[in-house]
């Protein structure tokens, strides 16, 4: 599912001080989300701490851990507001 996706411009995006990237690509009824590293995977408890600190309550969300563009990502689908998986 997401590992086919192309990400054709970048999305909104925020760099933490402690090296983690959050970014968010817009589809059309859902957001990808991406956590990321250079040196190594974000953790779970990242991944959640994220999808509880949400805007907007999103429910239980899966990743993938893929490499891409040098760096170490959790890539996963989230439904953007009034919508359901």
């Known amino acids: 599912m997401i ?3 192309k990400f054709s411009h970048r999305g ?6 402690n090296g983690l990237t959050i970014e968010l690509f817009p589809l059309s009824n859902s957001y990808i989300l991406m956590l990321s590293r250079e040196d190594v995977y974000p953790s779970d408890t990242e991944w959640q701490t994220v999808i509880n600190n949400f805007p907007y309550s999103i429910g239980v969300t899966s990743f993938e851990r893929q490499e891409r ?3 170490y990502n959790l890539i996963g689908d989230v439904p953007k507001e009034g919508y359901t998986k």
């Open 3 to 5: 590992h086919n996706i």
């Open 69 to 71: 563009w040098g760096k």
């Open 12 to 17: 909104q995006y925020r760099k933490l001080k």
